[in-house]
């Protein structure tokens, strides 16, 4: 069988308009994805480590760890207190969310 090529952004749009809730599942991990990968850049260019994150939280370093990675979703509570280790909290302005340095 000859192979054909694929256009993965026509791909997308074809599986979204099958599955409406797949864009909103998109936009939410893609959203995850971005916030815990920007506390990570920050946490490394502070050069707090994952131990220091775990002394200031309550949280296992392994916790911390598995946290980091972009196929685990932690808590809402687990990752309050990650984000607080690093001294940062959510500032609620107008309906907009924002991270402010504490």
Do not use: C, W
């Amino acid at each position: 069988m000859p192979f054909h090529k694929v256009d993965p952004e026509e791909e997308i749009k074809k599986s979204i308009e099958r599955y409406p809730g797949l864009e909103i599942y998109m936009k939410q991990v893609d959203t995850q994805y971005k916030l815990i990968k920007s506390l990570v850049e920050f946490r490394k260019s502070t050069g707090i480590t994952q131990e220091e994150v775990a002394e200031r939280s309550g949280l296992t370093q392994q916790m911390v760890s598995r946290m980091e990675k972009v196929d685990y979703s932690p808590t809402l509570e687990s990752f309050l207190k990650y984000m607080l280790a690093l001294g940062l909290e959510v500032k609620i302005e107008e309906n907009i969310f924002m991270l402010h340095r504490r």
